[in-house]
């Protein structure tokens, strides 16, 4: 970790320098820094909510961490004052803070140290040691003083959002490969880097995981993440208080720009003007600039053409939604990390039942963990079924590609065959399309699956189909008449 985030308010809640030596004691379990600095992170956000901001400015965040090791937590304060401080009032608060959000890296917390640090003002023989050579020797001097803007605008970022607590498989292999790449590569690597998804399946984590990433290789990289939300709002008040000078100069000297949700700017015209001017400045000067989005560039509505294509010419990677397999590795992660343990055979149901996203997923599991850890008894499938009766229900709603083929092929009075069949003939074709563009809209599956259950028929042409519709029943009320009424009869 480099030295100069300490330097700035925000950032120094999230990161303080720790004393490398610490960790490489051979009894203690290997802890990577970059872990504890995340659950440190963590602590400071939840002490900062509970304890207000100006106690936690005052005495919580000028700490350091100066060890974990066997269930205590040892903590640096800079003053006599502050260590007395700290550990007369907000120790107990910090314990059992700790003890929650360290528990996925190391034994549970069960005490909390407050000591003075031992000569403090001496330089710090931790410095970078994670840069590189060349890298240390021409901004050693600069670190020191200036501390980074993106630093202040990456504070916002989930400390448990990284790479390492991604877990792929086949639906988000390739966005996270690309990600790790982007996060990787010293140069810029693809421009932009769009990456889109359904909603809950991953593409804030990668987001947040490829800013993380970079921070810590790259620490003098300025890396900006936000919300396309955000973008705007902060746009619009630029323009009230006609300061759009420095919100321009704010954006453009970034090395990294991040827009989370872009979808969020379509149809917000002047936003999107902006947005365009920004994003061309900092491609042309061979900027990284990333964005995610709901729908690949060409699917996008309500966004100026050219600002559709231009989003399409770097790397374009989509994540699908998890299949059976990547939703057992994803509550598998969770639940090693998880204080109490949950029978293989519950998750497995779970990965079975719950289909719609990672988020309910994850809700799903922490539910379930909760309950374990209240009641303490051990759960079954029969106990987890009732804890996430709701969750079941709603995905149980879920229409199967099988029922939509039949659905749709007595509706045009076609055999139910034609959906796999290979003839083109108008008055199969459309059917069979109207039925696809169903199993998109109405199930949680990808576009390949969706093919193969039409004839093993290639994901491009699923994807054709689904335009094919959208457009055709913007101008054939017919079309569009049956599709609603296809559409209400299935999900009801
Ligand atoms: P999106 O931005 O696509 O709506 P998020 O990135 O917010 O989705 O993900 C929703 C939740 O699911 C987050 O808590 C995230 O950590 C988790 N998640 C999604 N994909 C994965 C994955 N592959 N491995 C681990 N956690 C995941
Ligand atoms: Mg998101």
Request: charged share 25%.
């Amino acid at each position: 970790m480099s030295g100069d985030m300490s330097n700035n308010p925000d950032a120094a809640a999230l990161f303080h320098k720790t004393d490398s030596k610490v960790w490489d004691d051979k009894s203690a379990p290997v802890i990577s820094d970059i872990d504890v600095q995340a659950c440190w992170g963590r602590v400071n956000q939840r002490m900062r909510k509970d304890i207000g901001d100006a106690a936690w400015r005052h005495w919580i965040k000028p700490l350091r961490i100066s060890g974990v090791q066997d269930g205590t937590l040892t903590l640096e304060a800079d003053s006599t004052l502050a260590r007395e401080r700290v550990s007369s009032q907000y120790v107990d608060r910090l314990r059992v803070i700790s003890s929650a959000e360290f528990g996925n890296v190391s034994p549970a917390i069960r005490h909390v140290e407050v000591r003075l640090a031992a000569g403090h003002q001496r330089t710090r023989p931790n410095q970078p040691h994670r840069l590189s050579e060349q890298r240390a020797s021409s901004q050693a001097t600069d670190l020191g003083k200036k501390p980074a803007a993106g630093d202040i605008l990456m504070a916002g970022l989930d400390p448990r959002y990284t790479f390492a607590n991604f877990v792929v498989g086949k639906p988000n292999e390739l966005a996270f490969a690309v990600a790790r790449r982007t996060a990787e590569s010293e140069k810029v690597a693809f421009n932009p880097l769009f990456l889109y998804g359904g909603v809950g399946l991953g593409k804030t984590h990668l987001m947040h995981a490829i800013a993380w990433h970079i921070r810590q290789q790259s620490p003098s990289r300025k890396v900006l993440y936000l919300s396309a939300e955000k973008f705007m709002y902060r746009f619009v008040r630029a323009l009230r208080f006609r300061d759009t000078m420095s919100f321009k100069e704010q954006f453009r000297s970034v090395d990294v720009l991040m827009i989370d949700d872009v979808q969020f700017i379509s149809g917000k015209d002047s936003t999107q003007e902006e947005f365009f001017h920004t994003f061309n400045a900092l491609v042309e000067d061979g900027r990284q600039v990333i964005i995610s989005a709901d729908k690949s560039p060409t699917d996008l509505e309500g966004l100026e053409e050219r600002l559709r294509s231009r989003l399409g010419w770097g790397m374009v990677a989509d994540i699908h939604p998890a299949d059976y397999e990547l939703r057992l590795g994803i509550l598998q992660a969770k639940a090693e990390q998880a204080p109490v343990q949950i029978p293989d055979k519950v998750l497995e149901f779970m990965a079975h039942r719950i289909v719609s996203n990672v988020r309910e997923l994850e809700g799903a599991l922490n539910r379930i963990l909760a309950h374990a850890m209240l009641v303490g008894r051990e759960i079954t499938i029969e106990s987890a079924a009732e804890l996430l009766a709701d969750l079941l229900r709603a995905s149980s709603r879920q229409v199967s590609v099988d029922s939509i083929q039949k659905r749709v092929a007595a509706h045009y009075d076609v055999r139910v065959s034609e959906m796999f069949s290979a003839r083109r003939a108008r008055n199969i074709a459309r059917p069979r399309q109207v039925a696809m563009y169903l199993a998109k809209n109405l199930t949680s599956l990808s576009y390949p699956d969706i093919g193969r259950q039409f004839g093993g028929r290639d994901h491009t042409t699923v994807m054709h189909a689904v335009k094919t519709i959208e457009s055709l029943s913007k101008n054939d009320g017919q079309l569009a008449e049956d599709v609603q009424l296809l559409k209400s009869i299935l999900s009801s």
